[in-house]
């Protein structure tokens, strides 16, 4: 694991700087905008602009890398996201941060495949499992440590944004330094929804419920921290309770759904995640911070965890020659799902106030679960050898899939090359 670590090293420092920017820009953004008169239904617009943009990123910006090369194209996309990253600081106008996060999305995804391409070119059938659990591993650790840089906010408010843009501007630096020989775009070939859904139904609506609460999560949780009273500083922990609560559940829910159907443990998380949002509601109206702060990496641990177990159970259908294609076409659909679940839950939460977040989550997460009690009775479980082992996947672009471990052997980059 050294050994692999150094081979990646400029490249996960990147990721590092890009993450900690990205992630406190998220949380400031909602934290913002929720004491304006717009409130959440404006935070939930500009989440929804940026999962847009993300998504479109992830269809197109591999023709701008293929044009002028990865390092060109990072540099490019991470100086277009630090501008406007700096350019929140201008005024805080609607319409300018819709169209500024729709930006910041498209060259995101730009960044996410300039990486991933590069990872899957470091890495050969023996050290893939590696490089994409140091990939995951720093994605979440710098979005949870960055939410601790919106302590040193300042009244005037332009400190944090030029801290931010400071950050993703670094991000520039390990990445233009690296000696790693730039690669070649992997293809990427994701299954469309239809066939998507035709093998395995409890799959793509899994992921898309999926995208629709971690979407709700990163744009609208500092607005009900916000409201909740948590302050500044308290939203920060918050937030990052939640982060590595799901990074923390990750394994063990996975390696559960290993031995047991994983319909049977997508059902079982589905239907936690209803009751423990349900707490969350009931926490908040205790008025003790201290609980729904106990509750949140529990909550956190449950929905981070949906997308990929349901993303195995889509893969044990479709079978081990698939799961590069199958893993891009799910990312594709839990962005979709992530579009259009911030509008809805900031008009849950316009409605009925900001604990409705998570009655909007609760719903979500209940709705998958009787999907999936109906799906078990429409046809039986793969057999237990056709169940390939849990992997987490990051919910980034298509590209991150031939990281995957568990996917076809690739006889061009075997072990010694």
Do not use: K
Not at 101 to 130: D, H, V
Not at 264 to 272: E, K, M, Y
């Amino acid at each position: 694991m050294p050994q692999v670590a150094r081979s990646v090293l400029s490249l996960l420092l990147g990721v590092a700087f890009l993450m900690l920017g990205n992630g406190a820009l998220s949380t400031l953004i909602g934290l913002r905008l929720a004491g304006t008169e717009s409130g959440a239904v404006a935070v939930g617009l500009i989440t929804a602009a940026f999962y847009t943009g993300l998504t479109g990123g992830s269809l197109f910006a591999h023709r701008v890398i293929t044009r002028v090369g990865h390092i060109r194209a990072f540099a490019a996309f991470a100086s277009v996201l630090s501008a406007a990253a700096l350019s929140h600081a201008l005024f805080a106008a609607v319409p300018l941060w819709t169209a500024l996060r729709l930006a910041e999305g498209f060259c995101m995804a730009g960044l996410y495949i300039c990486i991933e391409s590069w990872l899957n070119g470091t890495a050969n059938n023996e050290t893939r499992g590696q490089i994409l659990s140091l990939y995951m591993v720093t994605l979440y650790a710098a979005s949870a440590v960055g939410q601790q840089l919106l302590q040193l906010d300042d009244e005037a408010g332009v400190r944090i944004f030029m801290l931010i843009a400071i950050l993703l501007t670094l991000a520039l630096v390990p990445v233009a330094l690296t000696r790693t020989t730039p690669p070649t775009l992997p293809n990427v070939e994701s299954y469309g929804l239809r066939r998507l859904y035709e093998a395995s139904p409890l799959g793509v609506v899994g992921v898309f419920i999926s995208g629709t609460v971690t979407g709700s999560i990163y744009g609208l949780a500092p607005v009900f921290g916000a409201a909740s009273g948590f302050g500044v500083s308290g939203t920060a922990l918050f937030m990052s309770t939640l982060i590595l609560g799901g990074v923390a559940l990750q394994w063990p829910l996975g390696r559960l759904s290993d031995r047991f159907d994983r319909r049977a443990v997508i059902i079982g998380l589905s239907a936690a995640l209803a009751l423990v949002s349900v707490g969350m509601i009931l926490a908040d109206g205790s008025g003790r911070q201290e609980t729904l702060l106990l509750v949140a990496p529990l909550f956190g641990g449950l929905a981070f965890t949906l997308y990929p177990v349901c993303a195995a159970h889509t893969n044990d259908h479709a079978g081990p020659d698939n799961v590069v294609s199958v893993s891009g076409g799910l990312i594709l659909a839990n962005s979709v799902g992530a579009i259009i679940g911030p509008p809805l839950a900031s008009a849950a939460m316009g409605f009925a106030g900001p604990e409705a977040l998570f009655g909007f989550i609760a719903a979500g997460a209940g709705s998958a679960t009787l999907y999936g009690l109906w799906r078990t009775r429409m046809r039986p479980p793969p057999p237990a050898e056709a169940q390939a082992s849990f992997r987490p996947l990051p919910q980034t672009t298509p590209t991150v899939t031939p990281l995957d471990p568990l996917g076809p052997p690739r006889p061009e980059l075997a072990a010694g090359d």
